[in-house]
């Protein structure tokens, strides 16, 4: 599985951006899709995924202005962040989880203030 991320950049705090990532080769039905974040110095940590079936996961830092959705025909998978905060600004993976971690090349975002 080969995945190709796009989307990011630059916003002033409280502005929106949408990453779109997708898939190509062998995706399965019982894969999970996702985003995680990097930020300098830290762990990456998962932002939200979402199973075949729609069911979603978010961290708590991000519920009630991240949504992420999935597009199974296409298998693409997209986070749409809204009301973004300066402590936001990461590298961003696109994920698919499916027996073995595939990752994305990671795209930057950067939330001024």
């Known amino acids: 599985v080969q995945l190709v991320e796009s989307g990011g950049g630059l916003v002033q705090a409280g502005g929106s951006l949408r990453l779109s990532c997708t898939a190509s080769?062998?995706?399965?039905?019982?894969?999970?899709m996702g985003w995680y974040r990097q930020a300098p110095g830290k762990q990456r940590e998962l932002v939200a995924d979402?199973?075949?079936?729609?069911?979603?996961k978010y961290s708590d830092s991000v519920k009630g202005r991240f949504t992420i959705s999935r597009d199974n025909a296409k298998n693409t998978v997209t986070l749409q962040m809204n009301n973004l905060k300066p402590e936001d600004t990461s590298v961003y993976y696109c994920?698919?989880?499916?027996?073995?971690?595939?990752w994305g090349q990671g795209t930057q975002v950067t939330v001024s203030s």
């Open positions: 994920n698919v989880y499916q027996i073995f971690n595939f």
């Open positions: 080769g062998d995706v399965l039905p019982g894969s999970i």
């Open positions: 979402i199973l075949r079936d729609g069911d979603t």
